[in-house]
């Protein structure tokens, strides 16, 4: 595997078996299966899928040897499935070149050579020891010599894979790129935050979320490298012409800078996979208008750096709502996990149709003729969000004192807009909660209301009504195929 890891390395960081192979996993698990793991990892997930990985290959290992040790090349040949499952795995991703077969191919030869090597010195060590009644010099040399190997081989495996971690050299030279970019200010500056947005009461996420708190979803088991300094982003397809853009010609564009909150449509009820940003970008309606969309088109396939792609309506990075190519979050370049250098935000629709990340093309195009990467997994053609709330405080099954008890979080119906939050207790009638003002309609809502407890089990909900008198969904219903839907409901224990 260090071998492999290490051609990887100097060739390109996107040939890694390893992450080919979890690649892989990732695309062919059913949805249900991703669901589970998001729900049981969270954004521990790929840590887990890695772990998972070692403690297979490792396993695989020792069968491998035990086998060969009882029989001549059968240890090699779970290796060489093992190696070609690599090369399988690589040749099912993006941008496949006959380099890419290499690092699966070297890493199963060097597994195979060594394999040999160890079993050989094992058998002579155990032929040695066969028979052997009193302390024998040669079972001891031959002993010594098979540790030895081992030590030698554990050493070059350490060695390569340390060199292999010169791999991240790639994504450590695109952090310090990123690093020396200065962005330049907005022609229309994001509307200042009211005060009163944010009421501050403890344990409410705040209404900009930083980004290293900012939830983070995609397919890429290795975040993509890209160079802003060969960045192009093409618009092809359906136009009247094409149209081609570099980093610099974007960051020279008049910049548009809004608070949007997006989500993802894995966010169950109550969840945390969503999240507020202040975006810099340009409209993509402005590029879209310089290509010059074709009658009948319906579509905008987005295609990112890593062959990641979503399928978002048309008309809504036509219309008039600021759906962003963004270049910085919250004050910084994009990070390197949000998507830098650009990536899509699009007010009012989840992620997976709309916010691809590492941006390298968008192909004008029609439902009809095109699908983006979840779409034949079985998530929806279409994704708007769906109006939901949640209550963050008090958290749920916490216990808390009898009195007034402060209840909050927040609400959202992303380019609708929230209109009254209610709140019931043990499915009495219905509250209204003190809504707080919003950012704009394109951001989630803070929302508070105290309410006198005496000591006992309560179960409180929350539901939503958006600007355009829309009800939140109660309906429970799970992530897939176009968004959870029902009341968060908690539990709250009121201690005398
Ligand atoms: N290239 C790429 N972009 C992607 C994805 C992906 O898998 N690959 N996932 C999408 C999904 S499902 C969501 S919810 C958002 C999450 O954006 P974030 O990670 O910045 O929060 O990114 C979107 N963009
Ligand atoms: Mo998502």
Redesign the pocket.
Known sequence: MAAGELLAGFASPTLSPLTAVGGAVIDAVPPGVKDWAISLFGTADKAALLVGMVLVIAALAALAGVLERRRRFTGAAVVGIFGLAGAVAVLTRSQVTPMALMPPLLAAVAAVVLLRFLVRRLRAWDDAAAGETTPDPMAASSRRSFLQALGITAAASAAGGVLGGIWRGASMAVSEARARITLPGPASPAAPIPPAAEPGVAGVSPLVTPNRDFYR?DTALSVPAVNPGTWVLKVTGMVARDVQLSYADLLAKPLTERHITI?????GVGGD?IGNARWLGWPVRELLAQAGPQPGADMVLSRSADGWTAGTPLDVLTDTRDALLAVGMNGEPLPLEHGFPVRLVVPGL???VS?TKWVTELKVTRFADDAGYWTPRGWSERGPVKTSSRIDVPRSGRPVNAGTVVFAGVAWAQHTGIQTVELRINRGPWREAELAAGISLDTWYQWKLAVDLSPGQYEVQVRATDLKGGPQDETTRPPAPDGATGFHTVRVDVKS
């Open positions: 979803i989500a993802c449509v894995s966010n996979l989840y992620g997976y916010a």
